[in-house]
């Protein structure tokens, strides 16, 4: 059962990918957030994006669409957060694809303005420096493609507030 750090860390993305609001994901959801993202990125292919988050969505209604209607609850996708602590390998591989969606400019690292530009497109707003500062664990001023699997690897399968991975979307609201 996902601890209440769980359901506060997925109920952040939930609510970032759920474009309509009607408490439901669905492709719209999914096709709405890459344009949301693709308008504050300053490169990258706005295609090779759409087609990365709709991958992520036929990866999610897959694993967790339990009653097949096409749409994921929350509730549906906390039942695959319970099992992604010993998932690493499949965890990672969606961390990959995500990694090629952040990195704009496919320098193989995640700078500061990367990394804000998501948080911008999922959020509404870029987050302060700080996150940034946290996120990146060894300190050299960008995330490699390893820091950010071990970090999206944190946030879908720990349960540790003070994990620097907790906070990849952003800051959580206490």
Do not use: C, H
């Not at 996902?2 to 439901?24: N, P």
């Amino acid at each position: 059962m996902a601890s209440e750090l769980q359901r506060r860390k997925i109920g952040v993305v939930f609510t970032g990918m759920d474009a309509d609001g009607d408490g439901f994901l669905e492709e719209s959801d999914f096709r709405a957030l890459a344009a949301r993202w693709s308008a504050v990125r300053v490169a990258g292919d706005p295609e090779r994006l759409a087609a990365i988050m709709l991958g992520w969505w036929a990866t999610l209604l897959a694993a967790s669409d339990v009653n097949r209607d096409g749409k994921v609850t929350v509730d549906e996708v906390l039942t695959v957060v319970d099992r992604l602590p010993g998932m690493r390998e499949a965890v990672t591989a969606t961390a990959d694809a995500m990694f090629e969606a952040v990195d704009e400019n496919a320098d193989d690292l995640v700078s500061p303005g990367e990394y804000g530009r998501m948080i911008e497109a999922w959020s509404g707003k870029a987050p302060g420096p700080e996150v940034f500062a946290r996120l990146d664990t060894d300190g050299d001023g960008s995330l490699s493609r390893a820091e950010f699997a071990d970090l999206w690897f944190e946030f879908w399968a720990g349960d540790d507030a003070d994990a620097p991975g907790t906070q990849i979307f952003g800051p959580l609201a206490a």
